[in-house]
């Protein structure tokens, strides 16, 4: 489970998307959050829990780290 995302963070899902990725970005933040998928580019609306709850782990984060030193 995840705790901080931001516009355009790639994100990895429990369960791949039909497509066989488990890829997704992160396009729209708020109550909702929007999110792409990087293969196929199926854009997804789930409310912020279910994200929340899905969401495996922030592959940005560890990028942003790096430029914030």
Known sequence: ????????????????????????VV????????????SCNRVVMLDRGDFLKRAKKNLSEGMR???ET
């Open 1 to 24: 489970m995840i705790t901080r995302f931001e516009l355009g963070d790639h994100v990895t899902m429990r369960k791949p998307h039909a497509c066989g990725a488990n890829e997704w």
């Open 27 to 38: 396009v729209r933040t708020g109550a909702d959050v929007k999110i792409r998928c990087v």
């Open 65 to 67: 780290e790096l430029e």
